[in-house]
């Protein structure tokens, strides 16, 4: 019936309130604006405005019909948004979707054996916390998720790159055993991790801290493990973190002790979906295959 465009006027003439203020946003001229009304109002059969004076008063039509604009409106500004993050991504680059700590930790080692056996191959890091990497994988930027225990999704696949569990690390100045319980680090400062899917998945840290009724003296909150590691090395409190993060710690300034309670697990999945380019499945292959 309308096409697209025509649907767009209507939008912005019912949003604007005036033809000359639509031309403005929608970059075409008056004349155009007006035309394109009465080639809609002719196909439909029905008036959209009434004037008065200058002013345009939308019809109870109109009016009906401005909330399915509205959809349309936003699914093709979606449309463009998609369409140019396709023009603009990193064609010649596989783009991974990765946290800042796996940025700076396992993620680098990986790109670098596998560079050892596929030199040229070039890799672009997209940083998001877990959470906003599972929810957005699909993006057209992202070929590729590599994040915490993430789960399988339609329409993609994955494998585990690493597992291993969480540990507490604390400033050298506390001066706390090798091995603790949860319950005897209540009185010590403690930074939590917020937003991170390796503390309320398999690890199910929060749950048994509730269970448990385990009140931590938490001073600080952060959604990254990096950020939490360099408050512990500023001497500032404690902090739970993966095995991962903590190849980064100082020795000379921290320590590590064991959690007694349980293991609280981690792993660290890659994530890509089916149909992706040639590259991104080599690379992911790799993945399925190497021993990190």
Same mark, same amino acid.
């Given at each position: 019936?309308?096409?697209? +465009?025509?649907i767009?006027?209507?939008?912005?003439v019912?949003k604007q309130?005036?033809?000359?203020?639509a031309? &403005?946003?929608?970059?075409? %001229?008056?004349?155009?604006?007006?035309?394109?009304l009465?080639?809609?109002?002719?196909?439909l059969n @029905?008036?959209?405005f009434?004037?008065?004076g200058?002013?345009?008063?939308?019809t109870h039509e109109?009016d009906d019909l401005?909330? $399915?604009?509205?959809i349309v $409106?936003s699914q093709l500004?979606?449309f463009?948004?998609?369409?140019?993050?396709? +023009?603009?991504?990193?064609?010649?680059f596989?783009?991974i979707?990765?946290t800042p700590?796996?940025?700076?930790?396992?993620?680098p080692?990986i !790109?670098? /054996?596998?560079?050892? !056996?596929?030199?040229g =191959?070039?890799?672009n890091?997209i940083?998001?916390? %877990?959470?906003?990497l599972? &929810?957005d994988r699909y993006?057209?930027?992202i070929?590729l998720?590599i994040?915490?225990?993430?789960?399988?999704q339609?329409?993609s /696949?994955?494998?585990?790159? +690493?597992e291993?569990?969480? %540990?507490? =690390?604390?400033?050298?100045?506390f001066?706390?055993p090798?091995k603790?319980?949860?319950?005897?680090?209540v009185?010590?400062p403690?930074?939590?991790?917020?937003?991170?899917?390796?503390f309320y998945?398999?690890?199910s840290l %929060?749950?048994y801290i509730?269970? $448990?009724e385990?009140?931590l003296?938490?001073?600080v909150?952060t959604?990254?493990?990096?950020s939490?590691l360099?408050?512990v $090395?500023?001497?500032?409190? !404690?902090?739970i973190?993966? &095995?991962n993060?903590l190849?980064?710690?100082d /020795?000379?300034?921290?320590k590590?002790?064991?959690i007694?309670?349980k293991? @609280?697990?981690?792993?660290?999945s890659?994530?890509?979906k089916?149909i992706?380019r040639?590259?991104?499945?080599?690379?992911?292959?790799?993945l399925?295959?190497e021993?990190i």
């Amino acid at each position: 019936m309308l096409s697209a +465009k025509q649907i767009e006027i209507f939008y912005e003439v019912y949003k604007q309130g005036s033809m000359t203020a639509a031309a &403005e946003g929608l970059q075409i %001229s008056q004349p155009s604006i007006s035309k394109t009304l009465g080639v809609i109002e002719k196909k439909l059969n @029905f008036k959209l405005f009434l004037r008065q004076g200058k002013k345009l008063i939308p019809t109870h039509e109109a009016d009906d019909l401005f909330e $399915h604009a509205s959809i349309v $409106h936003s699914q093709l500004k979606s449309f463009n948004a998609i369409a140019n993050t396709y +023009k603009s991504r990193s064609a010649d680059f596989i783009n991974i979707g990765t946290t800042p700590s796996l940025a700076e930790g396992i993620v680098p080692k990986i !790109i670098k /054996r596998y560079n050892k !056996i596929n030199p040229g =191959v070039k890799f672009n890091l997209i940083n998001l916390n %877990s959470i906003d990497l599972i &929810e957005d994988r699909y993006k057209p930027d992202i070929d590729l998720t590599i994040c915490f225990n993430s789960k399988n999704q339609p329409s993609s /696949r994955s494998t585990i790159i +690493k597992e291993g569990n969480h %540990s507490l =690390v604390s400033p050298i100045k506390f001066n706390l055993p090798d091995k603790i319980f949860l319950k005897d680090i209540v009185q010590y400062p403690f930074v939590e991790i917020t937003n991170l899917l390796s503390f309320y998945e398999e690890t199910s840290l %929060s749950n048994y801290i509730k269970v $448990h009724e385990i009140n931590l003296n938490t001073i600080v909150k952060t959604d990254s493990y990096s950020s939490a590691l360099s408050i512990v $090395h500023d001497g500032i409190a !404690i902090s739970i973190l993966d &095995e991962n993060s903590l190849l980064k710690a100082d /020795r000379k300034k921290v320590k590590i002790s064991k959690i007694l309670d349980k293991d @609280f697990k981690y792993r660290i999945s890659a994530i890509k979906k089916d149909i992706v380019r040639y590259e991104c499945n080599e690379f992911f292959n790799y993945l399925c295959e190497e021993k990190i």
